[in-house]
């Protein structure tokens, strides 16, 4: 069996691409279309399917992918620890968030400290970035409101608190708000699946708050210009307010109105170097 085209194999079912799995492994593409074909044509299997948009997996490359990433998985934990006494001059650091205002003040600390490390970053919904931990498709995650689970190791973070946006020309702005006063008012709001909007609901929910919504939109960016164009009050996170001018992000006092924010990764990865010098760098609760 050649590892070899089991490693470009196990590069392509984790990046769905084989141009990211050349730049993953550090590679040409056509060094890897040729490991894979090789290994399909050996077994006379066919482990992938090339659409146009993506490469997806076959059902038998499904199952292949799920050993070669734990087989993987085993022998970077073992180059891992064989490494430990070294220092962090290289390495490759995969992360995911649920948004950028965590992660980033984290990743300039990490580039300032270790300027050799490379950081992959992605960012996507809450179930997005919880997805792509627990498949093991990155090494550490910064998340909203992920309950504990059996192989999780999560590091809490400062909590956020859910502020009301309104125009910079409001009577409300530069107050602080009851909760109750958002009852039968005009809003647009994110989209449900939001952890942003799921707290805000249930929030209202408790203390009997019925908003009349507008408009549910699928980004803080447009929630953002719909309340400067006056169409209604939204709903943001303290640690997503920006710096625009046509708004104002105003206080709001009330129960549950706060989300907790945590650093993940899985709990057999926890003592590889790279990612507890990632936890090293959270700042204190």
């Known amino acids: 069996m050649n590892l070899f085209q089991l490693r470009a194999f196990d590069a392509v079912a984790r990046e769905g691409s084989f141009t990211r799995a050349a730049e993953r492994l550090f590679i040409s593409q056509p060094a890897v ?25 076959t059902e038998e490359g499904t199952r292949l992918a799920a050993i070669t990433r734990a087989m993987f998985g085993l022998a970077e934990e073992a180059r891992a620890m064989l490494e430990a006494n070294r220092q962090l001059l290289t390495g490759r650091l995969e992360v995911a968030a649920d948004g950028p205002h965590r992660v980033m003040p984290m990743l300039a600390s990490l580039r300032a400290r270790y300027p050799g490390v490379t950081v992959n970053l992605r960012l996507g919904n ?26 999780l190791h999560l590091h809490p973070l400062s909590a956020s608190h859910i502020c009301a946006l309104v125009p910079a020309a409001h009577p409300w702005a530069g107050h602080t708000l009851d909760l109750a006063q958002l009852h039968q008012q005009i809003m647009v709001l994110r989209e449900p699946h939001s952890i942003t909007r ?14 009349r919504v507008l408009l549910e939109l699928d980004s803080r960016e447009a929630v953002t210009e719909a309340v400067a164009a006056q169409l209604g009050i939204g709903i943001v996170s303290s640690v997503e307010v920006g710096h625009d ?18 650093i993940g990764c899985l709990e057999r990865r926890r003592e590889l170097r790279l990612i507890r010098a990632f936890f090293e760098l959270a700042p204190p609760v």
Do not use: S, W
Request: net charge positive; proline share 5%.
């Open 33 to 57: 279309t040729g490991h894979v074909k090789a290994l399909e044509d050996h077994y006379q299997i066919t482990l992938l399917r090339r659409t146009a948009r993506r490469v997806e997996l």
């Open 126 to 151: 809450a179930q997005e970035t919880l997805a792509a931990l627990t498949a093991e498709h990155v090494d550490v995650a910064v998340m909203t409101e992920v309950e504990p689970r059996k192989g």
């Open 198 to 211: 799921r707290t805000f609901d249930q929030a209202c929910a408790q203390a009997g708050v019925v908003p």
């Open 245 to 262: 001018p046509r708004v104002v992000a105003v206080p709001l006092r009330g129960q549950g109105l706060e989300n907790r924010h945590m």
